[in-house]
T-cell receptor, first 115, second 111 residues
Framework: EPEVTQTPSHQVTQMGQEVILRCVPISNHLYFYWYRQILGQKVEFLVSFYNNEISEKSEIFDDQFSVERPDGSNFTLKIRSTKLEDSAMYFC?????????????FGEGSWLTVV | TQLLEQSPQFLSIQEGENLTVYCNSSSVFSSLQWYRQEPGEGPVLLVTVVTGGEVKKLKRLTFQFGDARKDSSLHITAAQPGDTGLYLCAGPKTSGSRLTFGEGTQLTVNP
């Protein structure tokens, strides 16, 4: 069964360092997303991406964050200068069409620890 | 802001018991999705409900979407230890692409 895959599964980084989280969405999907979940808190939307551009972003997704689809298969989330509060599980997700009425499939997550 | 409130927050039951968890909002959702999440893993989709009043069954799990599309419930019959996990409801805004998640119900089924 097709699935969203993410790497790395776990990364520890020093505060101020840049981090890139990678995702391979399901191949025929057109919409891509990043969500995050701080330990013990709810899953929060960061950004959605369609047709090679950001379609929506949350207030969390500030100038420190960027997304890119560098080739036909990968979708990346870059955090330019990590802060302690960026420590969270980051989930990539994809859907065939937009979120309304359509199923969004999540990857296993990348656990980011900022020290 | 469209909020989804789930209840109860925690539920611990014995194997074989039945249970219902709820997902409520003051806003209308075009659809709602139920996910189950294990510790350290991503949410795994269980079902999507789209039509008001819709009932979907997945083995021992029964999902219902409220007539007004503001609430949903998940009923598990004869719970098993393998049902243990965090159950999340989520729905998209009526316009736009983001999913709003509830806080989840942490279910523990004891053997």
């Amino acid at each position: 069964e097709p699935e969203v895959t993410q790497t790395p599964s776990h990364q520890v980084t020093q505060m101020g360092q840049e981090v890139i989280l990678r995702c391979v969405p399901i191949s025929n999907h057109l919409y891509f997303y990043w969500y995050r979940q701080i330990l013990g808190q709810k899953v929060e939307f960061l950004v959605s991406f369609y047709n090679n551009e950001i379609s929506e972003k949350s207030e969390i997704f500030d100038d420190q964050f960027s997304v890119e689809r560098p080739d036909g298969s990968n979708f990346t989330l870059k955090i330019r200068s990590t802060k302690l509060e960026d420590s969270a599980m980051y989930f990539c997700a994809s859907s065939e069409l937009g979120a309304i009425g359509n199923t969004i499939y999540f990857g296993e997550g990348s656990w980011l620890t900022v020290v | 802001t469209q909020l989804l409130e789930q209840s109860p927050q925690f539920l611990s039951i014995q194997e074989g018991e039945n249970l219902t968890v709820y997902c409520n909002s003051s806003s209308v959702f075009s659809s709602l999705q139920w996910y189950r999440q294990e510790p350290g893993e991503g949410p795994v989709l269980l079902v999507t409900v789209v039509t008001g009043g819709e009932v979907k069954k997945l083995k021992r799990l029964t999902f219902q979407f409220g007539d007004a599309r503001k609430d949903s419930s998940l009923h598990i019959t004869a719970a098993q230890p393998g049902d243990t996990g965090l159950y999340l409801c989520a729905g998209p805004k009526t316009s736009g692409s983001r999913l709003t998640f509830g806080e989840g119900t942490q279910l523990t089924v004891n053997p």
